[in-house]
């Protein structure tokens, strides 16, 4: 059940964003950060994706047309984390939960809701949340309600766009690890837009890289990510070390200009 992307156009008001992007096909089961400078158009390949913006060309998860989902199909294959944080609400994390998973799971009985609610809120490790209310949580805390709404769906592409940005060390490497385990459990596919580009390094099978004229690279990190990539990409004078766990790390030297 592979994600293809061929030929994909979306434009604001005329604006083009993305033009004609062609992606080779993304493997069941793989992580893949998308990487790229600002204003690249990193959420909005997100959004298309999610079938929130208009866009010509094609995007096929397995032999399924995108397009030609029902929403409620759509809802129930696709589990999108938008950029900015689940509402401040009175309801209980719980309950937000419970309702993203009710929304779409009518397969399950009570007991298999409760047991997936419980999976979600145990693996995240925000068990502790579960019954405070979304009004008296912290920018991270709301993320990852936000991302337990997204999991306990259990879709087979999740599209998740910046989820670390509010979250410090601990829950950044919880947040991957999860994901990661998401996707190697059931096949699912992962895209995670991030600036963070260690982290991507870390928990990724797969780097997309975009720029302003489009796709700059897609493929493994250690192929993908080199001193020229940086400076092309990012306009930085960086190198690629490995560490002694023998993981591959960005270090950045200065701002330099991109060619
Ligand atoms: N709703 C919108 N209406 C008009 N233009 C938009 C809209 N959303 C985004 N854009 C424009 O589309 C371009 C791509 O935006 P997008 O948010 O996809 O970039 P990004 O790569 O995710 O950026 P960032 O890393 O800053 O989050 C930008 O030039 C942005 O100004």
Sequence with gaps: ????????????????????????PIAAGSLVAVIGPNAVGKSTLL??????????????LGEQDLRRLSPAERFRALGYLPQTLPQATTLVAY?????????????????????ALETAFTTLGIEALAFRKLSE????????????Q????????LLLDEPTSALDLHWQLNVLETVRKATADSGA???????????ALRFCDELLVLGPAGLLAQG????????????????????VEYCSRGSPMVLTDRAVSPH
């Design 220 to 239: 493994s990190p250690a192929d993908v990510l080199t001193p020229a990539l940086l400076r092309a990409t990012y306009g930085i004078e960086g190198r």
């Design 137 to 148: 949580m912290s920018g991270g805390q709301r993320q990852m309600v936000g991302l337990a």
């Design 189 to 199: 596919i992962a895209l995670v837009a991030s600036h963070d580009i260690n982290l």
């Design 1 to 24: 059940m592979a994600l293809t992307v061929t030929d994909l156009s979306v434009a604001y008001r005329q604006r083009p964003v993305l033009n004609h992007l062609s992606l080779s």
């Design 47 to 60: 959004k298309t994706i999610t079938g929130l913006l208009p866009y010509r060309g094609d995007v096929h």
């Design 95 to 115: 309950e937000t939960v419970f309702s993203a998973c009710r929304a779409v799971r009518h397969d399950l009985s009570a007991s298999q809701v409760e047991a």
């Design 150 to 157: 997204v999991l306990v769906r259990q879709p087979r592409l």
